[in-house]
Nanobody
Framework: QVQLVESGGGLVQPGGSLRLSCAAS????????IGWFRQAPGKEREGVSC????????YYADSVKGRFTISRDNAKNTVYLQMNNLKPEDTAVYYC???????????????WGQGTQVTVSS
């Protein structure tokens, strides 16, 4: 049974930082990709960043390039999303998901975590 558990969300002021964690368990080596997505009220879920467990290749949405960094700890089966210089428009529920190939579209992923709220506000 594949399980993904996100943590690290919270309330932060504009310009602040948060680090999200996604702890994964129960999946086979076929599931090489971990992606971070976000969904704000009234908006569609969008891809933020993704990473390959096998070769470490990473991808970012244009809106977060230079501010967010995705990384992995293969020994812990955990993926992190370091978010710096946060903006109010980053406010959303953030989800991690796993799939067989890296990609930025939600349909590419099979299993999802429960989500963690990130609120950027003064």
């Amino acid at each position: 049974q594949v399980q993904l558990v996100e943590s690290g969300g919270g309330l932060v002021q504009p310009g602040g930082s948060l680090r999200l964690s996604c702890a994964a368990s129960g999946f086979t080596l076929d599931y090489d990709a971990i992606g971070w997505f976000r969904q704000a009220p009234g908006k569609e879920r969008e891809g933020v960043s993704c990473i390959s467990f096998s070769d470490g290749s990473t991808y970012y949405a244009d809106s977060v390039k230079g501010r967010f960094t995705i990384s992995r700890d293969n020994a812990k089966n955990t993926v992190y999303l370091q978010m710096n210089n946060l903006k109010p428009e980053d406010t959303a529920v953030y989800y991690c998901a796993t799939g067989t190939q890296v990609g930025m579209h939600p349909l590419s992923y099979d299993y999802w975590g429960q989500g963690t709220q990130v609120t950027v506000s003064s």
